[in-house]
């Protein structure tokens, strides 16, 4: 079994900032890329941010220069800094990792329950 857990969100005025924190824990052998999507009511979910084992970051467009993605390899734990927060990415915010687990060859992806962000205008 693995399970993600985030912790972090919150409800922030706009300019000010959030640390979003995910990490894995069981049966893992190894953990590939992990990432951040998010969803705001009534869209779809989108990718805001991925990480590689060795540290290559992807962002999206609306968040790039604002948000910073990292991760501790020894931890499995990833984390998000978002700096000059909008109102427009008020939405649950996913965690998201590629694992080996110990009990099979081959990777499965694995899904956070999410956490609120909230940026009041």
């Known amino acids: 079994q693995v399970q993600l857990v985030e912790s972090g969100g919150g409800l922030v005025q706009a300019g000010g900032s959030l640390r979003l924190s995910c990490a894995a824990s069981?049966?893992?052998?190894?953990?590939?890329?992990m990432g951040w999507y998010r969803q705001a009511p009534g869209r779809q979910r989108e990718l805001v941010a991925t990480?590689?084992?060795?540290?290559?970051?992807y962002y999206a467009v609306a968040v790039k220069g604002r948000f910073t993605i990292s991760r501790d390899n020894a931890k499995n734990a990833m984390y998000l800094q978002m700096n000059s927060l909008k109102p427009e990415d008020t939405a649950v915010y996913y965690c998201?990792?590629?694992?080996?687990?110990?009990?099979?060859?081959?990777?499965?992806?694995?899904w956070g329950q999410g956490t609120q962000v909230t940026v009041s205008s």
């Open positions: 998201y990792a590629d694992i080996r687990t110990i009990t099979k060859w081959g990777t499965d992806a694995y």
């Open positions: 069981g049966s893992i052998f190894s953990v590939n890329v």
């Open positions: 990480i590689t084992t060795s540290g290559s970051t």
